[in-house]
């Protein structure tokens, strides 16, 4: 597949960012899509600016942020697909004569019940500006050991947002075998058609893996990177309250004054962080600086 191509990094450092903050309710007008903007303040005390964007008709939700670094994070939820994208803009390093930059995307499976449903989002609203967010749950690191590249003209099978996402990174999309099997057995799907999706690494059919990144002095030396995002804050559920909720909350929910809804309702969200690491071949160590 050759080298991954790199592009002139943009001049202002990424997409510019609106200050803002997230006071969640449920909203009873029932809206397509909703864009939310939210301060979170991460584990270094840093305020990092997130927009959370939901589509209805589409069944995705998707959050994006720039870390102090420079680097852009979009985390995209294809919830029909069960797929969920981590994509990252890694400014290049100017100390050492890089002005590129690249872009990494990392298609796996979405587990359910880890960020409230599109339909959900939209029904949010925003008050409270001054706010600065903290989560409420931390839910700590997940490791992907990912085993493929996704070719991106037929990627399709796997979620027809792939592509869109991730069109700056044709030759650095990745994918693991254990998600291709747990897809192809969602209705509709299959072995053979998610399998021609992708391409495996050069790796998948030795003995020995390459080393680490970290390892490995020579520049232009195939060996396995790694790449960690942190989400700060998202949404990862709904909080239920017990007691009889007003009328307001009651419209919101449907309840129609059963007397379930008595008891337990629907009174906001749970928020949570989650760090995501990422284990993948690159053909060249020039693609993996950050892993020293």
Not at 27 to 46: A, D, K, M, P, Y
Not at 183 to 200: F, H, M, N, R, Y
Not at 202 to 208: L, W
Request: neutral net charge; aromatic residues 6%; proline residues 4%.
């Amino acid at each position: 597949m050759g080298r991954s191509k790199v592009r002139e990094a943009p001049s202002d450092g990424g997409p510019s960012m609106v200050l803002g903050v997230l006071c969640c309710v449920l909203h009873l007008v029932c809206r397509t899509s909703t864009q939310l903007i939210i301060n979170v303040q991460n584990q270094g005390g840093e305020i990092v600016q997130e927009t959370i964007t939901s589509s209805v008709g589409d069944d995705t939700c998707t959050l994006e942020f720039q870390r102090s670094d420079g680097t852009l994070i979009t985390k995209l939820i294809d919830f029909k697909s069960e797929v969920q994208v981590l994509k990252a803009l890694v400014l290049g390093e100017e100390e050492r004569g890089q002005s590129q930059y690249q872009v990494m995307c990392f298609v796996t499976k979405f587990q359910k019940g880890d960020f409230i449903t599109a339909d959900a989002m939209a029904k949010l609203r925003q008050k409270n500006p001054s706010t600065i967010r903290t989560p409420e749950e931390d839910r700590g690191k997940e490791n992907y050991t990912m085993t493929a590249w996704v070719l991106l003209d037929r990627a399709t099978p796997i979620s027809r947002h792939v592509a869109p996402l991730c069109s700056e990174a044709q030759e650095s999309t990745y994918v693991r075998d254990v998600d291709l099997k747990a897809w192809a057995e969602l209705p509709g799907s299959s072995s053979s058609i998610l399998e021609s999706a992708v391409k495996p690494f050069p790796t998948a059919n030795t003995v020995t893996e390459p080393s680490r990144c970290s390892d490995v002095s020579a520049i232009w030396a195939p060996c396995l990177c790694t790449l960690e995002m942190c989400i700060g804050w998202y949404p990862c559920g709904l909080k239920y309250c017990k007691g009889k909720p007003d009328s307001g909350a009651a419209g919101q929910n449907g309840a129609g004054g059963s007397s379930a809804a008595a008891t337990s309702y629907r009174c906001g969200i749970k928020t949570c962080r989650k760090c995501h690491q990422y284990s993948y071949y690159v053909r060249e160590k020039q693609q993996c600086l950050w892993d020293e």
